[in-house]
């Protein structure tokens, strides 16, 4: 092994890169691009969402309820309904997501569209706590106390769960494409015959293209978690150092697997057609945008093979939970990352031979 050798192959290629300027656009603008989007796009609280009140209780309760809900910055609360059938009605329509009847024995009948899931969420978590403040106004309380939790908020967003998932698929698949188009690209242009034809070992050009590469990946990363914690306002309550190294590692383990999947391919059209079943799989398979213990029984051991589950599982654990490496859930995922990196490249480095 010639580090000289693997010195030299990364300043060529991270010079190539560099004067690439659409390349290097790619590199580093389209992930913060990706995140910016899919953070404005997915994960966020809705607003503005049509919600009728219905009072024919006792004198006081309806009008306390309506103040706490109209303090809503989800609901747009109306009372101009005389009777809850009129209310069902206009949810039939489509001009209402729900409404609340307080019936004239002081009992409550919440009537809902339950065609949206993250709109009806957000509806009983709004309802509920109407409902709390004004028991507790009058000395009373609902029969479950829901206590602070033992990690996350409250009432949590739905993007304080995705953003470790779109973290993780950002980093996972800008790292795969990236090593993946310009290495083929440098193998089938002649360039990696003439790079053989000085010396270098198979070994030696992976590590390099690796080296170059790696520059690249710590801007990304960096790009990736400042934008979801200063852009998002997303918490982080463990260590950033450990959220931003295991970020670097799942990148090098994509990278790696790049470099194997470019042994492969013919072309570069050839090599995106060989990353899109590795990326989908990653994509739902992960728990990126669900929890991976929804999964069928069956298919939970390719999820668990693949390193972006153990990642964005760790990442929840380290900006919700706040956990460091001496939760084993953290630890496997450095280790996991790591197994599957080397492995990948040691299996480019048998694969990889100069082109006939």
């Known amino acids: 092994m010639n580090f000289t050798r693997i010195h ?47 009072d024919e209780g006792p004198s006081g309760m309806g009008a306390s309820i309506m103040g706490h809900l109209a303090g809503s910055e989800s609901l747009v609360l109306h009372v101009d309904y005389d009777s809850i059938e009129a209310a069902r009605d206009a949810i039939e329509a489509g001009e209402l997501w729900g409404a609340l009847h307080v019936t004239p024995n002081g009992a409550l009948e919440l009537h809902l569209d339950n065609s949206n899931q993250q709109v009806t969420n957000t509806i009983l978590i709004e309802v509920r706590n109407a409902m709390t403040a004004t028991l507790e106004e009058q000395g009373d309380a609902l029969p479950l106390a829901v206590a602070q939790p033992v990690y996350g908020e409250r009432d949590p967003a ?36 003439r790079v053989f034809a000085a010396g270098t070992t198979p070994a030696e050009v992976l590590l390099g293209h690796l080296a170059a590469f790696s520059t690249i990946l710590i801007g990304q990363v960096s790009v990736v978690i400042l934008i979801a914690t200063y852009g998002f306002d997303i918490p982080i309550h463990g260590s950033l150092l450990l959220l931003f190294l295991l970020a670097l590692l799942l990148g090098w383990a994509a990278m790696c697997f790049g470099l194997f999947v470019s042994t492969k391919a013919r072309s570069e059209f050839q090599a995106m057609q060989l990353n899109m079943p590795v990326m ?51 630890a496997t995922a450095f280790v996991f990352d790591l197994l599957f990196a080397l492995l990948a490249l040691g299996i480019a480095s048998r694969t990889l031979k100069v082109r006939d």
Do not use: N
């Not at 609280?45 to 049509?50: A, E, F, K, S, V």
């Not at 470790?164 to 698949?173: A, D, K, R, Y």
């Not at 795969?176 to 089938?188: C, K, P, S």
């Not at 390193?307 to 706040?322: D, K």
């Open 158 to 193: 739905f993007i304080d769960f995705l953003a470790p998932g779109i973290m993780t698929l950002v980093c996972f698949m800008f790292s795969l494409i990236l090593t993946t188009m310009a290495f083929v690209g440098e193998r089938y242009d002649g360039t990696l015959d």
């Open 8 to 54: 030299a192959i990364a300043a060529r290629k991270f010079a190539s890169l560099r004067r690439d300027h659409r390349t290097f656009g790619f590199i580093v603008v389209m992930p913060a691009i990706q995140i910016v989007l899919m953070g404005i796009a997915i994960g966020q609280t809705p607003t503005g969402l049509d919600f009728a009140l219905v």
């Open 280 to 330: 989908f799989p990653v994509m739902l398979l992960s728990g990126i945008l669900w929890p991976v213990q929804a999964l069928p029984g069956w298919i939970q051991p390719v999820s668990w093979a693949l390193p972006s589950t153990w990642t964005a599982e760790a990442f929840r654990s380290i900006m919700i939970r706040g956990w460091g490496l001496e939760h084993p859930e953290v």
